[in-house]
């Protein structure tokens, strides 16, 4: 039997799987407005499967749990395996797969649609089953992209499973959830603002306000081009964000995440793993797609190196 000490930590991610439809447009379309697009491509993604893929390329041991289609979701689950994640949990149901259209405008920005589809049927029995496979230590990575989150996070924590929660999309649901049982909150401003019941306030005092509603969890907070701040009792750190040519952000802000957690994972002290995050998340913006632009850890590697 495996001891503590020689066993690696294991993720699993209970996420969200989506094909991507991406439409390239002018601008983003406004109400009663029919707009041509300039060019379509369908991608893998979702909020999950992303996530996954960048914490496999950080180096990290990824499981993927979730459901898609019986019949549309094969691809999803190829670019999962070619990324290195274990998609043995991720079930086949008759529901369509999760999809996304995404608007991108010339300047790199995008508005996105979800329809939830198979994301929405997890169940509890399912989350059961596939908890009782990991082990005290491990962690769970989450997002709100799926059904079954109260669960999984109740499931986890009495399991002595560690929790990484991003709260992403933010909805009503969010503030019912069991957010104190997280050991790892990720926000991004709107987020932020959303659970701390403010209007908008600058990032420090944004991130002021999280870790006094969580104070036993490490808290970041991720301001786009302004940076990203880790909090962790008496621990601050802020990250700038790296300058880049910026293509398509779709997906950074979970190249980011996936990023992050593989590194603290992976002993990498905060300062260290904000560090390699942001430099994923900047090499992501360069290019176009969401997991298709997340990048190889050598990547980041290389990268690190020439902006030290």
């Not at 549309?72 to 797969?97: H, K, S, Y």
């Not at 979970?254 to 994972?265: A, I, P």
């Not at 260290?272 to 632009?293: D, N």
Request: net charge negative; hydrophobic share 45%; aromatic share 6%.
């Amino acid at each position: 039997m495996e001891t503590s000490e020689k066993r690696m930590v294991k993720i699993l991610n209970f996420g969200s799987l989506n094909l991507d439809y991406t439409y390239d447009v002018p601008h983003f379309v406004t109400a009663g407005e029919t707009l041509s697009s300039v060019q379509m491509r369908a991608s893998a993604g979702g909020k999950g499967l992303n996530q996954s893929i960048a914490a496999s390329r950080s180096g990290a041991e990824i499981y993927h749990a979730g459901a898609v289609g019986q019949t549309d979701g094969g691809m999803l689950l190829e670019v999962l395996q070619d990324a290195g994640v274990d998609t043995r949990w991720i079930a086949r149901v008759p529901e369509a797969t999760g999809h996304a259209i995404i608007q991108r405008d010339p300047a790199g920005q995008n508005c996105i649609l979800l329809f939830s589809g198979a994301n929405q049927t997890i169940t509890a029995e399912q989350a059961r089953a596939v908890l009782g496979q990991f082990a005290p230590g491990d962690w769970l990575m989450l997002q709100n992209e799926i059904s079954a989150v109260e669960q999984l996070m109740e499931l986890a924590h009495s399991m002595g499973i560690r929790i990484a929660f991003n709260p992403s999309p933010m909805t009503e649901a969010v503030r019912t959830y069991p957010l104190h049982l997280a050991d790892l909150l990720i926000f991004n401003e709107i987020e932020a603002a959303g659970i701390c019941g403010v209007e908008a306030c600058a990032g420090e005092q944004l991130l002021s306000l999280l870790g006094q509603r969580f104070p036993q969890s490490q808290v970041v907070l991720t301001l786009g081009g302004a940076g990203a701040w880790y909090l962790c009792g008496e621990t601050t750190v802020f990250q700038p964000a790296f300058s880049v040519p910026v293509t398509d952000t779709t997906g950074a802000g979970d190249t980011f995440t996936g990023y992050l957690l593989g590194g603290l994972l992976q002993k990498l002290s905060p300062a260290e793993a904000m560090r390699q995050a942001a430099a994923a998340a900047a090499l992501a913006v360069t290019r176009q797609g969401a997991a298709g632009s997340i990048p190889e850890r050598e990547e980041v590697q290389r990268f690190l190196q020439q902006h030290s």
